[in-house]
């Protein structure tokens, strides 16, 4: 069984459309997080949420926005898409008030044309 | 979170021991040291965490100098399987707003 899905595994959009990447894991963990691996390879958080509710938010476009219906679906809604967001998504997960291992997703690969 | 500094690269022959230093000379008392890797173009995977003791699992062993400023993972018996980017990470764990900061990692070459 997989811990940690997402989909769609590639996703290749226009310019300015909106985009959905879906996030879910079946491992009982409260903390979800969405990660950018750009060209360079450089892994950067975007967001993490606890119990649904929203920890972290680095600095990211408001294009961007992370929806949480419930604690084993994290979703990232895009909104005008633009080249600069052609990277691999990671979605991750994990059990706070431990030693916080994260579970990551298989990625997804977002090119914008 | 404490800065953590790794060679860019390191080969390694298939079957002999693969040791990744990392330096984090910064690090505080309850930051624990975290391994993980990424193999190819798949999502990290977790190896191994520490405070300040040795740690050992199936997939490695950690090394923390006793003063916490460095350690060194190692992978007794590599494979080429192993080959993937390590990325050594310093966090305090039981932080529920405190995120994980990937360097760039070292990319290991284990060589036939």
């Known amino acids: 069984d997989t811990a940690v899905s997402q989909t769609p595994k590639y996703l290749v959009t226009q310019m300015g459309n909106d985009k959905s990447i879906k996030c879910e894991q079946n491992l009982g963990h409260d903390t979800m997080y969405w990660y950018k691996q750009d060209s360079k390879k450089f892994l950067k958080i975007m967001f993490s949420?606890?119990?649904?509710?929203?920890?972290i938010n680095e600095t990211v476009p408001n294009r961007f926005s992370p929806k949480s219906p419930d604690k084993a679906h994290l979703n990232l809604h895009i909104n005008s898409l633009e080249l600069g967001d052609s990277a691999v998504y990671f979605c991750?997960?994990?059990?706070?008030?431990?030693?916080?291992?994260?579970?990551f997703g298989p990625g997804t690969r977002l090119t914008v044309l | 979170d404490a800065k953590t500094t790794q060679p860019p690269s390191m080969d390694c022959a298939e079957g002999r021991a693969a040791n990744l230093p990392c330096n984090h000379s910064t690090i505080s008392g309850n930051e624990y040291v975290y391994w993980y890797r990424q193999i190819h173009s798949q999502g990290p995977q977790y190896i191994i965490h520490g405070l300040k003791n040795n740690e050992t699992n199936e997939m490695a062993s950690l090394i923390i100098t006793e003063d916490r400023k460095s350690s060194t993972l190692i992978l007794p018996h590599a494979t080429l399987r192993d080959t993937a980017v390590y990325y050594c990470i310093v966090r305090v764990a039981w932080n529920y707003g405190q995120n994980f900061v990937f360097g760039p990692g070292t990319r290991l070459s284990v060589l036939p």
């Open positions: 991750a997960s994990s059990q706070e008030g431990g030693i916080n291992e994260q579970f």
């Open positions: 949420y606890n119990n649904k509710e929203l920890i």
